[in-house]
């Protein structure tokens, strides 16, 4: 379903002292500035196909939040824009409005946090609304390694049963396991996956971290 992918969408080698040195205290909320990118490498892992390489460039902050350019890695195109909030969490991702933000984090994040947030989602092109139940979890420390190289990170789990607001149907169920890294403002790793209210797959996708610049840190490029 349209909505479906819609939603699913969404370093390059770190100093070893910043890569491997986590902070486990309570890790507050990111404070994201204009400049800073990411670049992530799509994967339908469903199929095992590799897609588009995507960056993703803070280009203002706001009273609203987090304005966000999807371009192209390869040529800069323009994808589309996109709206976080102050702690990143998705507001507008492409044709889809989560009020309030979607919950993928709740900071202060320590292991074994846990949230519940009620949400709409408003996809004014198809004329449809969803709401979601979202349960997150923090899990603990990990080390993940991406293209960008190995970092320490917050694992995170985030699980939401959805359906129509109007009638119920085109129900289902998803879960998002995030990797975030407090250093970078955002995550290195996110696996997604999307069933119906039965089980079944809708999709399974990934995205891994291939390159970031960030304000205050010298730029660094994927091997």
């Not at 969803?130 to 789990?157: C, H, M, N, S, T």
């Not at 995550?187 to 970031?212: H, P």
Request: hydrophobic share 40%; with cysteine.
């Amino acid at each position: 379903m349209t909505f479906k992918r819609s939603f699913a969408v969404l370093c390059f080698i770190l100093p070893c002292a910043l890569a491997q040195a986590g902070n486990h205290e309570s890790v507050p909320a990111p404070a994201p500035a204009v400049g800073d990118s990411w670049t992530y490498q799509y994967t339908d892992v469903w199929k095992g196909s590799k897609g588009n390489i995507n960056r993703m460039e803070v280009v203002a902050i706001d009273s609203a939040g987090v304005h966000m350019a999807i371009k192209r890695a390869a040529s800069g195109a323009l994808l589309s824009t996109q709206l976080f909030s102050p702690d990143m969490n998705p507001i507008d991702r492409g044709g889809m409005h989560f009020a309030p933000s979607f919950a993928r984090f709740a900071f202060p994040l320590t292991p074994g946090k846990e949230w519940t947030s009620d949400i709409i989602g408003d996809n004014s092109k198809a004329g449809k609304q969803w709401r979601y139940q979202i349960k997150g979890k923090v899990l603990d420390w990990e080390k993940v390694r991406v293209p960008a190289g190995e970092f320490e990170a917050l694992k995170i789990v985030i699980e939401a049963r959805y359906g129509a607001v109007d009638s119920g149907a085109d129900s289902g169920n998803l879960t998002e396991t995030v990797w975030f890294v407090p250093a970078l403002n955002n995550y290195v790793k996110l696996d997604y996956l999307d069933t119906d209210a039965q089980g079944r797959l809708y999709s399974r996708d990934s995205w891994e971290l291939m390159s970031y610049t960030h304000k205050g840190l010298a730029p660094m490029a994927a091997r």
